[in-house]
């Protein structure tokens, strides 16, 4: 680390940020009791002891602290290591040669449900080597246990009250804020007004003019594979409005970083947040097949490892480090908003390069990334390792567009492979051929059962009738996903499924909303060999004769496929993280994708089909 030392303090400097002492405990604000963490370096100061004076020294002299911070992080217990998926024990070498003074786990650290026994069974052995330094957030796969029960058992009270899960506490000169972004599993959500929120804004008011960094899990911003959560503005609002500085996220697996923002993601050099997006740290990579932002910086999909950040009294110096035999990296220096420097500083535009204050572990080489792109800002100079995109130019008339989904209709992510709207025909005895030009084949069940009109494409028939299985053009994409919307007069006798890797009527994967022995639940089944089994499911709650969204996925994780599932009603929001997953270790091979209907005798109509090869 880089540490600027006052001579007449240096000894009670060297005791306060390298010595392995006893540091004084954080104060949470959801009010759980402190926790020792001895060795811990440049550890926390309690929050009681911040002054208000942004131009006075918080608890006495202090000097460089050096964090850093991962999310998405340990596979299941067993699962193997491969080039692309499950390497949280290389990233967790990287936390332990780093010696940092805290360590922020930003979500979905444990897949798949966060039980304690994956905790103690994968996630333990690895980044557990740190756990009395980190500070954790749950992301959604740890709620995928009620209650994300497993990460509160496995983490203790560090990890906040666990019908909260949101906490602060002060390190150094900053004050760090842990927001649980799982605004469904909180009382109020994270809407403005929420009790969330409003702790927020509390907390906030009470820490003026200091740096503040706040992290979480699902990103306000991204262009990553899960894009930006507009239901996380209210809390990025009360950031700007109260000028914190950086805002670190995960769930997407990758790596963004933005340049400083206002409420609404438009530029703001002067008192903007900076957010990072850090789903580094080894679970798999992501695919970065959106467009990037107008205020995206760097990305890059092909690197694990952990952002390492340095704290100053009035700014902060950032690197990505990558794990061993990593070749992306990306570095620079920002400035908190409103806080004055205890000393003088060169100007906001002075140039930060690579090894100014950051030096890597000796077998991290920071070369160029042939996936990294960088957009040049005029207030950051970022190391040389990254590519200027011409074509992206930030400017402060760029307003992108808050909500999470793109105007239209939900489309699938990746390359499109098929696209049907159902407008402007009429067809009996099939579906004929879409509005994209490709023809849907009927691979099983009644022609004279389906027709197309009025926009949509219909399955009309009768209790005893087979699947209609039928699947759009010739793409068989290997990882895909496929969106559509469909409605019947009775979800309880109807079925509305879509399909995945279909080779023939013997083997394909079938996700979606069923009714086994008339109840409806969300269910992901396998047909092989001709034989069909249910991987997956959970019970799910719909109105007859209203249309529902669908979206679901299939991607390999090394030896095995994870395929994912959700579904919500026409005219509400997309939910931000699947509702279902499970994995198939014995993965079907590369197929098309289509519609897997049953119709019991009611209506069953679709309106909207889409399907994305995610490559791979």
Known sequence: MGRVLCIA????????VTGPVQHPHPTFASGKPPIAYPGRKGGPTPTSTRPPSPTSTPGGAQGDITIAAAGDIACTPGAPVTSTTCHQQQTSNLLLAGQYAAVLALGDTQYNSGTLVEFQGSYDPTWGRVKSSTYPEAGNHEYNTPGASGYFAYFGSIAGDPSKGY???????????????????????????????????????AHPGVCTLAFWHHPRWSSGDEGDKAYMQPIWQDLYTYHAALALTGHDHDYERFAPQDANGQLDTANGVREFVVGTGGFDHGLLYRQPEPNTQVRDDTTFGVLQLTLHQSGYDWQFVPEAGGTFTDSGSGACPGVKSPTPT?????????????????TQTPTPSPTATVVPTATTTVTPTVTPIPTMTPTSSATP???????????AGGTLVGQDSFAGRSVSGGWGTASDGLPWTLQSGTSSMLSVGGNEGRITGNPSSSYQTLTLGTATPVNAEVVARYS??????????????????????????????????????????????????????????????ERVRVQNQGPSATISVKAWADGTA???SWQLSCTDGSPLPAGLTGVNAWDGGVSWSLDTFSAGDLGG
């Open 574 to 576: 997309e939910p931000s």
């Open 9 to 16: 303090v240096a000894a009670l400097l060297l005791l306060a």
């Open 346 to 362: 060169p100007t906001a535009t002075a140039t930060a390069t690579a090894t100014a204050t950051i030096t890597p572990t000796p």
């Open 488 to 549: 019947t007069g009775s979800f309880k006798d109807d079925v509305g499924r879509l399909l995945l890797r279909y080779s023939d009527s013997s083997d394909f994967y079938a996700a979606g909303l069923g009714s086994p022995a008339g109840t409806i639940e969300l269910q992901v089944t396998k047909t092989a060999g001709g034989i069909s089994s249910q991987l997956c499911s959970i019970p799910f709650s719909t109105t007859n004769n209203t249309f529902y969204w």
């Open 167 to 205: 906490y602060s506490f002060n390190l150094g000169a900053w004050h760090i804020i842990a927001v649980n972004s799982n605004c469904a599993q909180l009382s109020g959500g994270c809407a403005a007004g929420s009790p969330e929120e409003q702790w927020l804004r509390s907390d906030l008011q």
């Open 401 to 411: 567009t808050p909500s999470p989904t793109p105007s239209g209709p939900p489309l």
